[in-house]
């Protein structure tokens, strides 16, 4: 079955304790992305990959770090979690070739404390 | 900076009403033009998209058109059910050579009273 999959699903945490969020894709789509979800925002991006060892910086990416190192996975990492970065965060992927449908990760409800 | 608004933030219908809602993109090379159904607790997903050189695109009872002079484009389901009720988000992207990048509205949140 074609998905892209986030884990965790739920994570809360104490200020400051690094963390990854992993996300892995099985369509072998070349662009992979990452949003966070706050009500009355929408989704803004954080940070996307259009191959593997090429990232760029979103509309958000401060506090945030990721790697490409494969294909199918875009880990998200905070090195240092802040509490306004208690977020509902989205990872996404899209195959390069075009405008086409972007396929979300299932979500990762993150609360930091 | 590049923008999408996105109205209503709420609207309420009953069931067998149409819906429409609304956006407005600020970036005139935006290309790319899809509509996001998020459920409670679920996951964005894609129910329809239409492109720059198209004007309007229909699949059963959920329709969208683009008025490119006005940068404005637009989501109108008919016959609203029950199953219809979501958070539904615009987006608009500048295509590949622009990075790929959706920019999303706000959201509307959809309810469909029986």
């Known amino acids: 079955e074609a998905q892209v999959t986030q884990n965790p699903r739920y994570l809360i945490t104490v200020t400051g304790k690094k963390l990854t969020v992993t996300c892995s894709q099985n369509m072998n789509h070349e662009y992979m992305s990452w949003y966070r979800q706050d009500p009355g925002l929408g989704l803004r991006q954080i940070y996307y990959s259009m191959n593997v060892e090429v990232t760029d910086k979103g509309d958000v990416p401060e506090g945030y770090k990721v790697s490409r190192k494969e294909k199918r996975n875009f880990p998200l990492i905070l090195e240092s979690p802040s509490p306004n970065q208690t977020s509902l965060y989205f990872c996404a992927s899209t195959p390069f070739r075009g405008n086409t449908e972007a396929f979300f990760g299932q979500g990762t409800r993150l609360t930091v404390v | ?114």
């Open chain 2, 1 to 114: 900076g590049e923008n999408v608004e996105q109205h209503p933030s709420t609207l309420s219908v009953q069931e067998g009403d149409s819906a429409v809602i609304k956006c407005t993109y600020s970036d005139s090379a935006s290309n790319y033009f899809p509509w996001y159904k998020q459920e409670l607790g679920k996951r964005p997903q894609l129910i329809i998209d239409i492109r720059s050189n198209v004007g309007e695109k229909k699949d059963q009872r959920i329709a969208v058109t683009l008025n490119k002079t006005a940068k404005h484009f637009s989501l109108h389901i008919t016959e609203t059910q029950p199953e219809d009720s979501a958070v539904y988000f615009c987006a608009a992207s500048k295509g590949w050579n622009q990075g790929g990048k959706l920019i999303f509205g706000q959201g509307t949140e959809l309810s469909v009273k029986p």
